[in-house]
């Protein structure tokens, strides 16, 4: 927010001087931009940094001196700094220092889960220990909600995340429950509107099924993977379509669609280990998706999309070569190939923008 704030006050020096802008317009766009507040800039981030710090120097100084403490002690200790780090972030809240104050709640969200810890071990209470990560990310996600925070909503994602990641590793299986949680802090995003919000859903989404199938039908579920990917890819391309002022959420949806068909192409070319044959095939279907996602992006304009497009094209090219380097005469075929298709739709694209470029003639009536 403060690097758009420093470019559009630039912006607003040049279009007053071009005459674009009038002085009673680039007063009422300062005084908006003024009251949409600071944003997650740097005081923010630092904020949230701080309480992280600080988080870790209480549990570590409750670590140090629990056995010397009287349990009474220890557990009045624990509540009262959860209780007053989120009275502190109330305070805050009402004084209008949002930035501090999300800070302040991140706080008493880290003492909880320290809490959780140290209370299971001074009473030695035994049991599944994912479940610990499991509460404390419940409590995240009320403290969120309570107090509207969107730092704490991210922290609970994280949390659940790290709970299904455990579970699935214990088990061996997919382990659907996380979708339940994850579904909870996704709508919780979109109740706060919190554009950020979509991205760390998609993403944390996008990774769940992606290591699903390292342990759904004995790891060979990559190729579910891909058409999950395609599918929802679709539906958001539709969906931009049919609802088109859901705009940006068709956008973020179809980054994480492209996200989890790639990463689904990836392991059928190198976690399978495929025939040589099929291996052109996949190699040449991944190189078309990180086109198409170049196209989406130049043709949308969606620059997130462009860059992302020419991040998976180039680990495509270096993870072939990587894997043919043994068959140096293939690899050249392969990637001649390649170099024609791309420059020949380069072509394609030139003369498609060249022709909307060009102004359409006038109807002759006679």
């Known amino acids: 927010m403060w690097s758009y704030r420093k470019r559009l006050e630039k912006d607003l020096l040049r279009w007053r001087d071009a005459g674009w802008v009038t002085a009673d317009g680039e007063a009422r766009i300062r005084t908006e931009l003024a009251q949409q507040g600071q944003g997650f800039g740097l005081p923010a981030a630092l904020a949230i940094l701080a309480s992280v710090l600080i988080g870790f120097a209480v549990m570590s100084f409750v670590a140090a001196n629990w056995q010397d403490m009287p349990r009474l002690a220890r557990l009045g200790l624990i509540f009262a700094l959860l209780w007053a780090s989120y009275g502190f972030g109330a305070v805050l809240l009402r004084r209008g220092l949002e930035v501090f104050a999300h800070g302040a709640i991140l706080l008493g969200t880290s003492v909880f889960g320290a809490g959780i810890m140290l209370v299971s071990q001074m009473y030695h209470i035994d049991g599944n220990p994912p479940d610990a990560v499991l509460v404390w990310g419940l409590g995240a996600l009320l403290a969120g909600l309570a107090f509207r925070s969107n730092?704490?909503?991210?922290?609970?994602?994280?949390?659940?995340?790290?709970?299904?990641?455990?579970?699935?590793?214990q088990r061996e299986a997919v382990?659907?429950?996380?979708?339940?949680?994850?579904?909870?802090?996704?709508?919780?995003?979109?109740?706060?509107?919190?554009?950020?919000?979509?991205?760390?859903?998609?993403?944390?989404?996008?990774?769940?099924?992606?290591?699903?199938?390292?342990?759904?039908?004995?790891?060979?579920a990559h190729m579910l993977v891909v058409a999950l990917g395609l599918a929802m890819g679709a539906a958001m391309v539709a969906g931009r379509f049919i609802v088109p002022h859901l705009d940006q959420g068709w956008r973020t949806g179809f980054l994480y669609a492209y996200l989890t068909a790639f990463a689904g192409m990836l392991a059928l070319q190198f976690a399978e280990s495929p025939e040589l044959t099929t291996f052109i095939?996949?190699?040449?279907?991944?190189?078309?998706?990180?086109?198409?996602?170049?196209?989406?992006?130049?043709?949308?304009?969606?620059?997130?999309?462009?860059?992302?497009?020419?991040?998976?094209?180039?680990?495509?090219?270096?993870?072939?070569?990587?894997?043919?380097?043994?068959?140096?005469?293939?690899?050249?075929?392969?990637?001649?190939?390649a170099g024609v298709v791309v420059a020949a739709l380069a072509y394609l694209a030139y003369r498609l923008h060249q022709s909307e470029l060009q102004p359409a003639r006038p109807e002759v009536t006679p």
């Open 281 to 337: 095939v996949q190699a040449a279907f991944a190189i078309t998706l990180a086109l198409a996602a170049i196209w989406w992006g130049l043709s949308e304009p969606d620059r997130a999309a462009v860059w992302l497009g020419y991040l998976g094209f180039s680990i495509e090219i270096l993870a072939i070569y990587g894997k043919t380097v043994g068959t140096l005469m293939g690899t050249s075929v392969f990637f001649l190939s």
């Open 151 to 169: 730092a704490t909503l991210a922290f609970a994602l994280v949390l659940f995340s790290f709970w299904g990641a455990w579970e699935t590793a």
């Open 175 to 220: 382990f659907w429950p996380y979708l339940v949680a994850w579904l909870a802090v996704t709508v919780a995003f979109a109740w706060q509107r919190w554009a950020p919000g979509a991205h760390l859903s998609g993403f944390t989404l996008s990774g769940f099924f992606v290591v699903s199938a390292y342990v759904w039908y004995g790891g060979q």
